[in-house]
């Protein structure tokens, strides 16, 4: 079973994440100097994540438009995958954004959404919990402890539980 970023709600997830704490950095040091620093450093950009978003998703439009005739989401799902791979190997350069900044960014939100806990918003109907045989969020694990490497036939379950236990009334 082979689910998409976007079947699995990675959207909706990271839509949630920019819109709190995580989107503003609120708990990170944000006053500057900022200065270019080793990769070691890490992201040494006063951007937030909601401004990088908001700045990389109009720059990557706009680069789509000039070089394809239309904005990212208009583009059919191999141009879109070739734009993407372009950018993962930094052979396009987007206006007033950071560019391997922005698509680190955009992976590794898509990622965390994808794995997640399905109550942030991603993994929706724990799709890559089931693809991967991860069991979820459960109590208690003694009884497997020392079952490597075997499918252990367990239905996942979120920390809000499975929707089969949800009942109307």
């Known amino acids: 079973m082979s689910v998409s970023g976007k079947e699995a709600g990675c959207a909706v997830f990271i839509d949630r994440q920019l819109a709190g704490p995580y989107g503003d950095f609120e708990r990170l040091y944000m006053h ?22 908001r700045i990389g998703l109009a720059a990557l439009n706009d680069h789509c438009r000039n070089e394809l005739g239309a904005p990212f989401a208009d583009l059919s799902e ?16 987007l206006d007033d954004i950071d560019t391997p900044l922005f698509f680190e960014a955009i992976l590794q939100n898509t990622m965390e959404g994808f794995f997640a806990d399905p109550i942030y918003g991603g993994n929706r109907d724990m799709a890559s919990w089931r693809m991967l045989g991860f069991p979820g969020a459960r109590y208690d694990y003694r009884d497997y402890i020392e079952r490597h ?11 809000a539980g499975r929707s089969d236990w949800n009942t109307q009334g």
């Open 32 to 53: 500057g100097p900022f200065q270019d620093g080793i990769p070691q450093q890490g992201d040494q950009s006063p951007l937030t994540p909601r401004q990088r978003y």
């Open 149 to 159: 490497n075997e499918d252990l036939g367990l239905e996942p379950v979120s920390i």
């Open 78 to 93: 191999e141009q879109r995958d070739r734009v993407l791979s372009q950018l993962e190997a930094d052979e396009i350069k």
